[in-house]
């Protein structure tokens, strides 16, 4: 075997000599590299050289009708795996460690403090030495030591972000489904598990999951301008055998035998080499907006503090008549470090990151809740969600579907379908053609857990399983007709053909399966329970009608199957025109309302949410389940997907505040609905899991998808994934979206209230005293506090279902509400008189005991510790306060089960009882006695009763004026523009993200 391969992508391939010695390479008649050169160079003369994909599939021990053999399956396809890898492709290796350390460390703020801090360190040890003997390297080397455990705590917080972030993208490449034939029959498998020779079965919106060769189809065109650049769908047939991964299937269905798999497949060579970065979230572009306008008034608070001292510092020179030195360089130093300082403690790094972490912690619990999330601005912006625009079928019910109701020849069988001993042959055979053949539904048995798993449209599945019960089996059907061609099911034409060659006669005959009042329209005629052909008069089918709507008013969903017979071929390049048809019967088919849908519904209407149903089932059974589910009830309108098209936007815009089932309605419909909603102000958010549906879940501002019924463009346009594809998990999404925002408003009303108290404090006793009563080692511990660890501890509460009994936040609302604002202001006042009392007062106040110390320098120190420390522990409690919002006073309400927040409070006092005890000249700190801890702690402890108090002052509501517009979310449509705006501070990129077969 050569030692060398490379495609046309210049990708080499993976060598059979990777694989070991195991031999197993020796058992199968084609190798990897033969394959990967007929897909990458086209070669069909090679493809037929080794006898087409007839002769490939013997030779990978596989059959085109049969698929892989279960034998094979019972060792998990371990020599097959051996020789041809797995359809895994492995994502580069993790960034290590020191790399975001050292990026961390690229902030300009901090290299300019760590430049500070060294020339500190070099002219205490030199220039000064005489006058502060060894200890003049303790300041700088300080302030390096905690310059690098910020970046350590930083750093450490963004490689744990992209471990968790990976883990996610891991479970989103698993969730994809692939359905194959083994040992004859079906099996829904995960997409990893796909094996080379595996035959696997495609229908329309598939994305195709590893490289193929068609075996045969019907009408199965892909679109393969992902990979080639080829603008239109290319079909495929025998002289067109080759089937690319990572391409969709836009029309028809076939089955393909997988030759290429992971990092051997076409997509897999070009994805391996592939690196993304996750956008930023609307949230997170409206934060550094806000961190930038913060750090621009610290700037400014640093600058005028700077000068303030320079200009303090030369009048005293100048009035005490002293002349310049190079010694007095330390001081202008010390000046600059102080200005440095402000800034690090102004600029809120802290806010960027506390999205960053709600985000990846409530991202991995809404997996819990059924919810996977593929684009990180979903999360937030359904916490602002004003509509629900839901399917029915699947999302509402439980799509566990069976016949329980029928209508053949003029007779009805309401819960008491007909068994095969019941119906004339005649008409048995063509019922049975019309439910096993027009199918592209399977019923599988679970390997592993024995139980039946059911493949394809419920619905389908529902008429496979009544065959089955009456005695006939679908595969047995399928075997023995001879299919000329499928036309799968259309939204458009609402049915499904399947035009098959009557064996015993030698013509021809159309199944059509579909909309009941709709292929009711295209019979002519009707067989009757005797199996006698006879005119469908008006009279019949105004019966016929009737039945339906009584079916669809009890909930169920009605499917008319018919039948037409040719004597030639008819043109199969399009489908036949259904008329003429003889209708064969009508059946009812119940699917059951989940039994937790209408407490969902209700949470959702306390929460001021709309929901809407928007399906294609019949106007009747829409509104039955949409009353079950209290989705409809009195004032609410129903209307049909035609006359909903016939509509102006003006007549739609002036329904839409009452409208509440769509039915019978087109994709086409369901995104104008949406468009119209958005036109409206509305935060829409739309489930679908069809192909056309794509366009509605893309244009809505969070688009649901199917994990269990959906298709792969549903999903590829969706921002969830559903993955039970349960209505009840929207409204757990609802919760995290909106414990998203209020986690990032908790944090703000945190970090701004110590922005503001640490800025003021340092301005005015550098200003009044030459120095900041709160040293740049300590500022930098208080930087630490309330960036990472109050952005873990407030960034991290559960959502709780009170979250439901307000309305929504709307696309237009402040970031920052007046109730937050006198949250901020309120502390704020109270921290900062209490400081600048100690600043000034201290030395004064019996109970701290300053006048026992006889040290006039050490009194001095033990001041400007316990101001370091009662500032401190006004931000333990206050960071309590923080927990709620607005009016919510029950602050300890969930606090002793929340244990990161207790772990961070924790960590925080063993931190500063260390500092303050043992930091000793590197901290500038000196002991406290226990009352002056005491004073400390109370003081802290009083801003608890005087946040509750601070909660009983009014203020208005804030409202927006006409015409304002104070954007809050952006549609994530149009937040890649934000990818032009500068990286958020000290945050990286949460990279690797959510990765699938195609972007």
């Not at 060894?134 to 300041?139: A, H, K, L, P, Q």
């Not at 995960?190 to 045969?216: H, K, Q, R």
Request: with cysteine; proline share 3%; hydrophobic share 40%.
């Amino acid at each position: 075997v050569s030692t060398q391969s490379t495609g046309v992508w210049g990708m080499s391939y993976r060598r059979l000599e990777e694989y070991g010695d195991s031999g197993h390479f020796g058992t199968f008649g084609v190798t990897v590299d033969d394959l990967a050169a007929i897909i990458d160079n086209e070669d069909l003369a090679k493809y037929q050289q080794l006898g087409g994909v007839d002769g490939i599939a013997k030779a990978l021990k596989s059959d085109i009708q049969t698929g892989l053999s279960d034998t094979e399956e019972s060792d998990g396809f371990k020599a097959r795996k051996e020789v041809f890898g797995e359809n895994i492709i492995k994502q580069k290796d993790i960034k290590p460690f020191w790399r975001f350390f050292f990026e961390a460390l690229q902030d300009k703020t901090l290299m300019i403090l760590m430049a500070a801090a060294v020339i500190s360190i070099i002219l205490g040890t030199t220039i000064h030495k005489d006058e502060e003997g060894d200890s003049g390297w303790i300041e700088g080397t300080a302030i390096l030591i905690a310059v690098f455990l910020v970046a350590s705590v930083s750093s450490g917080n963004d490689y744990h972000k992209e471990r968790q972030f990976r883990k996610l993208s891991e479970v989103t490449e698993t969730t994809s489904k692939a359905q194959v034939i083994r040992g004859g029959k079906s099996h829904s498998i995960t997409v990893p598990e796909l094996n080379v020779g595996d035959v696997l079965v495609l229908n329309t919106g598939d994305f195709i999951p590893a490289d193929a060769f068609y075996i045969s189809g019907s009408d199965l065109q892909v679109n393969e301008s992902a990979m080639t650049g080829e603008p239109e769908p290319i079909r495929k047939s025998d002289q067109k055998p080759i089937l690319l991964s990572g391409c969709q299937v836009v029309a028809g269905v076939g089955n393909c035998l997988v030759v290429g798999v992971g990092i051997n497949s076409k997509w897999g060579r070009i994805k391996s080499q592939l690196d993304s970065e996750q956008e930023d979230t609307p949230l997170q572009i409206k934060l550094e907006l806000l961190a930038e306008t913060i750090g621009k008034l610290g700037v400014a608070a640093a600058i005028i503090t700077f000068i303030a001292l320079i200009l303090k510092w030369g009048i005293g020179m100048a009035i005490n008549g002293e002349s310049w030195e190079w010694g007095k360089l330390t001081e202008l130093l010390k000046f600059l470090i102080i200005g440095i300082t402000i800034i690090v403690v102004a600029v809120p790094e802290g806010l960027p990151l506390a999205v960053t972490i709600s985000l990846a912690f409530s991202m991995f619990k809404m997996i819990q809740d059924n919810n996977l999330v593929r684009h990180l601005a979903a999360c937030e912006t359904m916490g602002g969600a004003t509509c629900i625009c839901s399917d029915k079928t699947g999302t509402l019910t439980e799509n566990r579907m069976t016949v329980k109701d029928m209508w053949i020849g003029g007779q009805r069988y309401a819960d008491n379908v007909p068994k095969a001993k019941d119906l004339n042959p005649n008409l048995l055979k063509l019922m049975v053609e019309g439910m096993n053949i027009n199918s592209n539904a399977a019923i599988s048995v679970n390997s592993q857990t024995g139980i039946l798993e059911y493949i394809g449209s419920q619905t389908e599945c529902a008429l496979l399983k009544y065959t089955k019960e009456i005695g006939f089996d679908y595969e047995t059907s399928r075997k023995q007709a001879q299919v000329e061609k499928a036309f799968p099911f259309s939204s458009a034409r609402k049915q499904m053909q399947t035009v098959i060659k009557n064996k015993d006669k030698g013509d021809y005959r159309m199944h059509v399966k579909g909309a009941s009042e709709i292929v009711v329209d295209c019979c002519t005629q009707i067989l009757d329970v005797n199996g006698t052909v006879l005119p469908f008069t008006n009279e019949m089918k105004t019966q016929a009608k009737k039945t339906i709507e009584a079916m669809a008013s009890t909930g169920l969903r009605t499917l008319c199957l018919a039948s037409k017979d040719f004597q030639q071929l008819p043109d199969l390049t399009k489908a036949p025109e259904s008329s003429g048809l003889t209708c064969l019967c009508i059946c009812g088919i119940k699917d059951p309302l989940r039994p937790e849908v209408p407490e969902a519904v209700l949470a959702c209407q306390r929460a001021g949410i709309i929901v809407r149903m928007v399906t294609g089932d019949n106007i009747l059974t829409a509104q039955h389940i949409a009353r079950e589910c209290y989705i409809l009830s009195e004032g609410g309108v129903c209307i049909e997907g035609p006359q909903f098209r016939a509509m102006s936007n003006t007549q739609i815009d002036e329904l839409i505040p009452k409208l509440r089932v769509l039915a019978r309605s087109s994709p086409e419909d369901k995104l104008r609905l949406v468009q119209r909603l958005k036109a409206n102000g509305e935060v829409v958010a739309s489930t679908g899991d069809g192909v056309n549906d794509a366009l509605q879940l893309n244009e809505a501002d969070v688009g649901f998808s199917m994990n269990l019924t959906g298709t792969a463009v549903a999903r590829e346009a969706s921002d969830i994934i559903l993955l039970d594809d349960n209505f009840s998990s929207i409204v757990k999404a609802v919760m995290w979206g909106r414990n998203v925002y209020d986690s990032i408003r908790k944090f703000i009303q945190f970090q701004l209230t110590v922005n503001l108290v640490a800025v003021v404090v340092a301005f005015i006793g550098a200003v009044s005293n030459g120095d900041s009563p709160l040293k740049p080692v300590q500022l930098l511990w208080v930087n630490l506090i309330m960036d990472t660890f109050a952005a873990l501890a407030l960034a991290t509460e559960a959502p709780t279902p009170d979250l439901l009994d307000r309305p929504p936040y709307g696309r237009f609302d402040s970031l920052i509400t007046l109730k937050m604002w006198r949250k901020i202001i309120g502390q704020g006042i109270y921290q900062l008189a209490i400081l600048l009392g100690l600043l000034y007062g201290g030395k004064h106040m019996p109970f701290l005991t300053l006048d026992d110390e006889p040290n006039l320098k050490h009194r001095e120190v033990i001041l400007t510790t316990i101001i370091f420390n009662a500032f401190v522990w006004c931000q333990i409690f206050n960071e309590i306060n923080c927990r709620k919002l607005d009016d919510d006073r029950n602050i300890f309400k969930g606090f002793f089960s929340n244990w990161i927040f207790l772990g961070v409070i924790g960590v925080t006092v063993l931190g500063q009882t260390l500092i303050v005890e043992f930091g000793g000249e590197f901290t500038s700190t000196a002991h406290l006695s226990w009352n002056q801890w005491l004073a400390c702690i109370i003081i802290g402890a009083i801003s608890i009763p005087y946040g509750f108090f601070v909660t009983l002052v009014p203020v208005p509501e804030w409202k927006r004026e006409e015409g304002e517009e104070i954007p809050l979310l952006v549609n994530r449509k149009d937040s890649r523009w934000g990818d032009l705006s500068k990286k958020i501070r000290l945050q990286l990129k949460v990279v690797h993200t959510f990765r699938r077969f195609r972007r």
